[in-house]
C-alpha cells in the first residue's frame, strides 16, 4: 500500500539544525510531490514546502526562507527536510506528505516526526 | 495571504446526528479546498477534495460542498469513529493555510 515512514524523534538545542527523512513506497516516487508541514502543539498544520519529485524544482513558505531545504535521493525514494537554526518555537511535529504534482493537497500523510528544540 | 476561518471551533453531537462545519477563506479560491480528519497522535487524513470530491475509502456519510469563500463539511449521521478534529486546507494560493479546526466532541 501507499505509504510514506519517517524518521524518529529529535531534541535538539536552540541553534542547532533538523534532519528528517520522508521514504516513500507502494507508487512510483518521481509521480508525485512531497510537501513538509509542521504542526505545533494544539495548533493547525503548517505548510512549509515542497520539492517536484521529477524534476527537483522546490518551493517554499516565505516564513522558512532561508533556513529550510528539502532534498530527494530518487534513487532511495527519500525526500529530506532541514531546518536550520532551530528556535524553541521550532518546537512540533513535522509531516511529510504526498500530492498531486504542483499542488498543495495532501492525501497522503507520513506518520510525523516530533521535533523538540530546548536547552 | 488567503484566510481560512473554520465555526464552530467546538461543536457537541451525539451519534445518530446530523453535523455541519463551515469555513470561510478570505477571498475566492473557487474549488481548491480539502477536508481533513485528525485523530490524537495521528496525521491528518483526506476526507474531500475539490472542495465537493470524496477520496476514496472515506464513507458516504461525508459531503463537501461550496465554492468561491463559503464551504461546509457535513456528517449525515455520526459514528462513534467520527469524533475528532476537522480542518478545511485552501490549496489555489500560497500559503496554503488551513482553518484553525472544529473539534467535534461527544455530547
Known amino acids: 500500500q501507499v505509504q510514506l515512514v519517517q524518521s524518529g524523534a529529535e531534541v535538539k538545542k536552540p541553534g542547532a539544525s533538523v534532519k528528517v527523512s520522508c521514504k516513500a513506497s507502494?507508487?512510483?516516487?518521481?509521480?508525485?510531490?512531497i510537501h513538509w508541514l509542521r504542526q505545533a502543539p494544539g495548533q493547525r498544520p503548517e505548510w512549509m514546502g515542497w520539492?517536484?519529485?521529477?524534476?527537483?524544482?522546490?518551493r517554499y513558505s516565505q516564513k522558512f526562507q532561508g533556513r529550510l531545504t528539502i532534498t530527494k535521493d530518487t534513487g532511495a525514494s527519500t525526500a529530506y527536510m532541514e531546518l536550520d537554526s532551530l528556535i524553541s518555537e521550532d518546537t512540533a511535529v513535522y509531516y511529510c506528505s504526498r500530492g498531486p504534482v504542483d499542488t498543495a493537497l495532501n492525501d497522503v500523510w507520513g506518520q510525523g516526526t516530533m521535533v523538540n528544540v530546548s536547552s | 495571504d488567503i484566510q481560512m476561518t473554520q465555526s464552530p471551533s467546538t461543536l457537541s453531537a451525539s451519534v445518530g446526528d446530523r453535523v455541519t462545519i463551515t469555513c470561510r477563506a478570505s477571498?475566492?479560491?473557487?474549488?481548491?479546498l480539502a477536508w481533513y480528519q485528525q485523530k490524537p497522535g495521528k496525521a491528518p487524513k483526506l476526507l474531500v477534495y475539490?472542495?465537493?470530491t470524496l477520496e476514496t475509502g472515506v464513507p458516504s456519510r461525508f459531503s463537501g460542498s461550496g465554492s468561491g469563500t463559503d464551504f461546509t463539511l457535513t456528517i449525515s449521521s455520526l459514528q462513534p469513529d467520527d469524533f475528532a478534529t476537522y480542518y478545511c486546507q485552501q490549496y489555489q494560493t500560497y500559503s496554503f493555510a488551513f482553518g484553525q479546526g472544529t473539534n467535534l466532541d461527544i455530547k
Open positions: 475539490d472542495a465537493s
Open positions: 507502494g507508487y512510483t516516487f518521481f509521480s508525485y510531490t
Open positions: 477571498q475566492s479560491i473557487n474549488k481548491w
Open positions: 520539492i517536484n519529485t521529477d524534476n527537483g524544482n522546490t
